[in-house]
C-alpha cells in the first residue's frame, strides 16, 4: 500500500529502502533543500504503511535563461524530471507511473508546455516506461554521461533527451516524431 | 560561517577604480590609507566603515576590535546608520572576527532595520537586511523589517505573507514567559484569519486580491498556524467550518491542504466529521472520473473515426480554440479552469490509500456501520476501475476488501475454510484477530498448495519461501503457543513441543534445515535462476536471511543483550553464530545485485564478532553518506569509536570515520539549510519555511550528531591519551543543554522485517547495546564535556598576575560545573528504563565519570575528606568490577573449549575494553586535575585526605591500565598465528571439518536423513565461498588487534 503526497525534510530519514538501491544516487542536502524550497508540489513521495518513502519524483520548472531567447537550443517554460525512484520491493506495481503523473499534474498547474528529461540510451527498460506514459525522444546529447556503461571503452554515453507535451501545447509544438535523428552537444543542453 | 557572509561585500560606485581593485586584491594597508584619506575629505562615513572592514582583516588584536568599538559606539550614540553599503560592512567586519547569532542582533540586526526604514521604498536593500536577519536567526529585526515593507508595498502580495510568516516566526522563538510572545502570535494569527476570511465565498472570475490567500502554500500556511495554535474541538470546528473545509480546498484544486485537513480530522479522532466530508469528496470523485472517463471515450470514438480534410473554417476555429486555452482571460474559462483544477484534485485524493483507510475506519465508527461499509466498498470499487492500470490500486482494492471484511459486524459462525483467502500475504495486518487453531490451520495446509506436481518451479519457489517466511512470522508471536499442562511454560501450536513463548527451539531448528535445504537445492538449478533474475525476483536471499536468524536464535543470541555482561556473545553458542554468518556471506556473494537486508545483517554480525575492518567495505558499498548519515550512520557508526581505535590512527589529517558526520552537520546547519530558508522566503514556499526551520533543530538536536561527536573525541582519544581542547566549546554541542529534547531518527527499515514481536526486532540482538536515545546521548555529552573541563590547560605563555586568585577563579568555574553535571548524570543514571539504553560497560564508565565529577565538585573547597571517601570507593569499585568481569568469562570456559572462548570473548569485548580505556583515562585526567588544582601551591599543600584518594584512584587505574596491557598483548598474539582458518571451520562445523566426518554423498541424501551441520557444510563449504570468507575475518581480528597495539593509555 502506499500514499502519495508532497515531500518533507523528515522523509529524508526514512529514504533508506530507495536510496540503499545502488541505481539510485544519494545527493546532498542543499539540492534536496532546493527542490523543496523551489518547487514544493513538484517533490513528491509515495509512503508505505510503516512510514518507509518507497519512491520519490523530484522535477522543476524553468526555461532557458532570458538572454537565451534567440538561440536554437532555447528552451521555454517546462517542467523537468530530474530523479524518479522507486524502491526495490515495491517496483512493478506501478508507483512510477502514479509518481510522474503527479508531476504531470503540478507541470499543467504550472503552465508548462512540455515535461522533459534525460535517460542513458542503453536504459531499454526506462526508455520503454516513459515512451508507454507518451514520452517521445526529442533529440540525443552525444556524450552526455560521462560512462559508457555497455562500453567502457568508450568516451561517454549519448542521452536520450525525451518529452511529453503538456496540456498548454496544444499543437504539439514542442515534440518531434523523429527525434533520434536530431542530435545536439552537451554543451547545447541547458 | 553562513553562506551569505562567505562573500565580501561589493563597494559603492562612488569608490574609485584604485579602491575597488585595492578591495578585490585584498590589499588592507592600502585600502585603509586610501579609505581614511577619502573619509577625511568626503566627511562621509561609508569610508571609515571601510577602512574599519579593512583592519578587521589584520592580525592584531587592536585593528581586529576596531569595528566592534565603532558598532559599540554607534549604538550608545543612537547614531542611525543609513547606508547600506556602510552595514554590509560593518556585518563583514564583525562577522570576519568572530560575530556570533547571539551577537548579531545588537550589532547588525538593529543597523539593518535603521537602514531599511531609511529607504522603505527599495526593494532590494529591504531584501538584503532581511536576509541577513533570517540567517543569523535574528527574527526581531527580520520581523520589523517585514512590517516595513509590507506597509510600504501593501499591493505585493509576497511582502504580505512574509510579514504574517516572520511575525508568527518571531513569536514562537520568544520565551514563553515574555509578554511579546502572546502579542506577536496573535498579530499573526489574525492577519493570516483576515487574509483567508477575505476571500469571497462563491467561486469568482475575478482575481483575488493581494492581500487575500490565494495560493495552495498560501492556505498551507494558514493551516500550519492554525493547526498548531488550536487545539481540540476548536480545532475540529475550524476544520470544518461549512466557509472552509477540505471540501473547499478541493474546489480550489489544493490537494494539499485538503490531505492534510483530513489527516488532522483523523488524529483529533473526529470520526463522524471525517465519514460526512470523506462521503462527499468521494461522490465528487466517482463524479468526476465518470465525466473524465466519459470525455476519454467520446474523444477516443472521434480519433477512430477517419479523417477527412477540414476546411478553412474548421481549421480557424481550432487555431482560436487552441488561443483561448493559452490566454484564459475570459470569466468563463477561468471558471472553467477552476472546475478543471478541482476535477483533478478531487480524483488524485479519492485514489490514496490513506484516503481509503481512514475512509474504511470511520464508516465503522458510524451506527450502521454495515451499511456505511458496504457503501465504502462501493466508492472504492467504482474508483478503482478507473485506475486498473495500475497494479498498486488492484492491490489496495484486495486490502481494503480484505479490511472491510475484518471491520464488519461479524455473524455468529466463524468459518475458517476461507482462511487462507482471508489472509494471503497480509499476516501482520492482520494476525492479532486470527486465534491460534486458525494460525496453526493456515500454516499446515500452505504446504498443499506448492507440493503440486504440476506447480512450475517458480511458483513452488515463492510458495515454499512463502510459507517459510510465514511460519517464521508465526513461531515468533505469542499467538503460536497456548499454556502448557504438563510444562511451566507453554506448548507450540504448530510442532507441540514444550517452549517458553516466542520461540520454539524445535521449530528454528526445522524451519532451518528446510531453508537450507530448499537453498541448496535451488542454487544447483541454473534454469530457475535465471528465471528468477530476470524477473528481479531473490527467494534464495530470504531464504538465508530467515535461516541464518534462527541458527541465530539457536545460538542463543536474541538473550539480553548486554544488560548482564560484556558483550551479546559473551555466552552465545560460537559455532551456530560462524555458520550464520558464513551462510549469509556466501549468499551476499553470490549476488550480482546485494540486497540492502543481507548486507546490513552482515554489517551488524561483522561488527559484532569484531571483524570491524570487514564490516567498512561492505558498509560502503551500501553508499550510506550526505543526507542518509543521519538515519542510517548508526546502524554501523555507533559505539566504533570505543572498538576499533585502528581507524582514528589517521586523525590529524581530518581521516576518521566520523570525520563525514561532522563536515555534513556543519554544512547542513550553517549553510544548506539557510540556503533553503531564503529560497523558500524568495519562492512564496510558506509551508517550506517551517519545514526547513523544524530540520535545522532536528539537525542541531540529533542523537546521530551526538553519537559522532563522542566517537569521534573517543577515537581520538585512543589513539593520543589526551583528551582534545575545546570539545566544551565545538560550536555543534555548545548549543545542546541538559534536559534538552534530543531526536533519535535512526531508520531501522534497511533490517528485514520477519519478526511478528516488534518488541524484539532483529536489530536489537545483533547489535553491540542499545540504539541510539536521548539519554545516552546526554550522558555521553556531560562526561565529554567533563573531560573537557578538568583537561583544560592554560596556554604555555599565560602568566597571571596573581596566581593564587586565578586559582580562585578556576575553582568557582569548575566547581559548580562538576556539580551540574553530576547532578545531570546522576539522574538520567538513576532513570527506572536507563538498562535500557545502555549496554553493562556503558553504565560502568558513566557512574565512573558522575563519580569523578562529584568529587572534583565536592573536593576542591572541602577542607576535609570525610563524606568523600565513598565517592572514591564507588570509582575505584567500578573499576575494579570491570577488570573482574573481562577477566572472569576466560576462566570459566573448560580446558578443551579454551581457544574458541579465549579468541570469540576476547574480539566480542572490544567495545567493554575501550570503556574500561575510557574509564582509566577520566580517573588518570580527573587525578592530574587535582593535583595542578590543589598541588602545586606550597603555600596550600594539598592536604593528606586528598593524596589518600588519589594514591587509590592512582591504583585502580592502574590496575585497569595493567589488565587493558595484558588483554592488547594477548589479543594480538591469540589472533595472528597461523592456522586460523582451519579452526574456525571446525568451530563452525566440527568433525566435518576436519575429516573426522565422512561427507555424505548427494545421492544418497534425502531431506529425513540428512542434518543441518551436513546440508550446510555441502552447500557453503570449501567449494564455495567459505575459505576467502573465514581468510577476511581472520585477517579482520589482526587488524583490530593491530589497532588496539596503537593505543596509549594514560598512567
Redesign the interface.
Known sequence: ??????F???D??????C????LTE?????F???Y??????MFQVAED??G?IIGYIMGKLESSPEYFRNYEHYLPWHAHITALTVA?EA?????G??LSE?LE?AA??GDAWFMDLFVRKSNHRAIKFYESMGYSVFRVVKDYYGENVEDPSAGGEDAYDMRKPM??D??HEHIRENGRDFEVEPEDVF | MNGYRAHRPTLRDDCGMQLQRAWQDGLWANIINMARSKAKTSKDSYFEALELAARSQLDTPLDRQAAWQAVDKIINDKVVVKDPATADLYDWALVSTGMTSDQYPKYIGAMRVNVVKANPKAKEIAKTSFFSCVANSDWEHAQQIAAVMDKSFPAERSFHFRNVITTYIYAASLDDNDVKKSMFRTLALRQIEKAKTSRPQESSSEPLPPRVIAT??EMLLWLNMVIKETKGDDLVKCLTDPSYNALSALKD?FE?VC?TMMDQLKELGAWDEFYTICKTIFENGVAFWLVEDHEAKEKAKRDAQPKQEKSLEQKAAELMA?MD??NITSPQDLLKAKRA?ES?ATR?IVK???MW?NFIIAASKQPNARKALEEVEGFLTTITEFGA?????R??LD?AKLIIAFETPSEPENDITNLSARVDGLMR?FFGLLSTDEVTSLVSRLPSLYSQSEESQFRKIMLQTFHLRLRYFFTTSSKCYKPSSTYRGATCGICHSDSVPERCDPCLKEIAKECIWTWKAGLENEALLEQLKGV?ASPYTDLTIIGSVCLLKLAGLDGLWGRHDNSPLAWADGKRVMQAILWMDTQHHSQS??R?DL?VLLVKLYVLIGAASHAKPIWD????????L???GPLFADRLGTMAPGLWQNHVHGNTPTSQYLY?YR??IN???P???R??FD?G?Y??IL??L??KA?HKQSCTLVMALADHYRGIRSVDGEVMQGTWQDELAQHIKPGMRLYD?T?Y??FP?IEANPVRPIQDFLSIGPGLSEDRAHLSLLSERFLSLIAYKEPKDYRPGNAALAKDRDRNVVTPACQDMAEWMATLLNGADIRDKLTLPEVEYYSVVQALATYVGLSLTASKGDGLDRFVESIRCQLINQVTRLTERRKTASEADVTRVDVLHDVSALHANGMLRESALATVHTIRYLERARGADPKSPMPKWMKEHLSVLREAASTANRRLKEYIERLSTTVNPAGWADRIAEWAFGDLANGSRAVSDDADETYENSDTDMLLYKAIGPKRNFTMAIDLIVHSWAEAARGWSKVKLVE
Open positions: 500500500m502506499a500514499t502519495f503526497r508532497r518533507d525534510p523528515s529524508l530519514d526514512r529514504i533508506s529502502k536510496n540503499l538501491d545502488p544519494t545527493y546532498g542536502l542543499d534536496y533543500l532546493q523543496y524550497a523551489k518547487w514544493p508540489s504503511d510503516r518507509n526495490p517496483r512493478r506495481m506501478g508507483i507511473r502514479i503527479k499534474i499543467d498547474n496540456k498548454r496544444v499543437k | 495552495q502554500d484544486g494539499t490531505s487552441a486555452r493559452l483544477a483533478i488524485t490514496d490509500w490513506k483507510e492500470q495500475h497494479p498498486i490500486y492491490t489496495q486490502m495486518r528481479g545485485i546485494k540492502q548486507s558499498s551500501l553508499e550510506v553518506k550526505n543526507v542518509t543521519n538515519c542510517l555534513y554544512s547542513a549553510k544548506n539549510i540556503n533553503s530558508l529560497l523558500s519562492n514556499s509551508a517550506s519545514g526547513n523544524a530540520t532536528k531518527t531508520d527499515g534497511p522485517n
